[in-house]
């Protein structure tokens, strides 16, 4: 089973703070994901990488930048954070090819105070 | 572009009851299609997709879903509902291999009651 990790289940930061929120695939997926969940909205991608040190922007990038040294880890990054921050990120990765689902970590939810 | 429509943010349904989620999605390729589920505290599970290879797709825990691209719905049943079904349930589309990430709805959450 693909398994993906997130390195912290609960975060508690303080505003203007830079948080390092860290996500790894062990199935050696070409393509992984960071999306933050609010209630109501569903998912919404923030930022996405299909390849080491390659990146694009999702549907809500502002505030937000990413890393990806090494295939199997991709990190969120909020460089000054925000109260509005305040959700539950989950990130996920996926291989190539037509049709592959995306699998996803149990996420990290991350509190701004 | 794509997206994605779940009707109802709450449903609730008796134990052993019919489970009825809907999902309608916009896409203007032939659409790759996801139902995901997600129980408290935890990430989305993959419960099936949708193939092409036939309408009908049946996933894990009894669920199944059927593609009608004429009312461009995908919506995911379940003939008898159990306490274990409780969680919610997100609808999900790509344009694959045009677009990496997928899209989706805003999510249903699903009671069921004794």
């Known amino acids: 089973d693909v398994k993906v990790t997130q390195s912290s289940r609960y975060l508690v930061k303080r505003t203007g703070e830079k948080v390092f929120l860290e996500c790894v695939q062990d199935?050696?997926?070409?393509?992984m994901f960071w999306y933050r969940q609010d209630p109501g909205l569903g998912l919404r991608l923030i930022y996405f990488?299909?390849?080491?040190?390659?990146?694009e922007k999702g549907d809500i990038p502002e505030g937000y930048s990413v890393s990806r040294e090494k295939k199997e880890r991709f990190s969120l990054i909020l460089e000054s954070a925000s109260t509005n921050q305040t959700s539950m990120y989950l990130c996920?990765?996926?291989?190539?090819?037509?049709?592959?689902?995306?699998?996803f970590g149990d996420g990290t939810r991350l509190s701004i105070l | 572009a794509q997206s994605v429509t779940q009707l109802g943010s709450h449903v609730s349904v008796s134990e052993g009851a019919l489970v009825l989620l809907r999902c309608n999605y916009s896409?203007?390729?032939?659409?790759?299609l996801f139902w995901y589920v997600q129980y408290p505290n935890q990430g989305l599970q993959l419960l099936l997709k949708?193939?092409?290879?036939?309408?009908l797709v049946k996933g894990i825990n009894g669920f199944e879903a059927e593609f009608k691209k004429s009312e461009t719905s995908f919506h995911l049943t379940k003939p008898s509902a159990h306490m274990s079904d409780a969680a919610e349930y997100f609808c999900?589309?790509?344009?694959?291999?045009?677009?990496?990430?997928?899209?989706f709805g805003s999510g249903t959450r699903l009671q069921v009651q004794p």
């Open positions: 996920a990765s996926r291989t190539s090819g037509r049709n592959q689902p995306q699998h």
């Open positions: 199935m050696d997926h070409e393509n």
């Open positions: 990488s299909y390849d080491v040190k390659m990146k």
């Open positions: 896409s203007s390729v032939p659409p790759y």
């Open positions: 949708y193939t092409s290879a036939a309408t």
């Open positions: 999900a589309v790509s344009e694959s291999p045009g677009r990496r990430a997928l899209t």
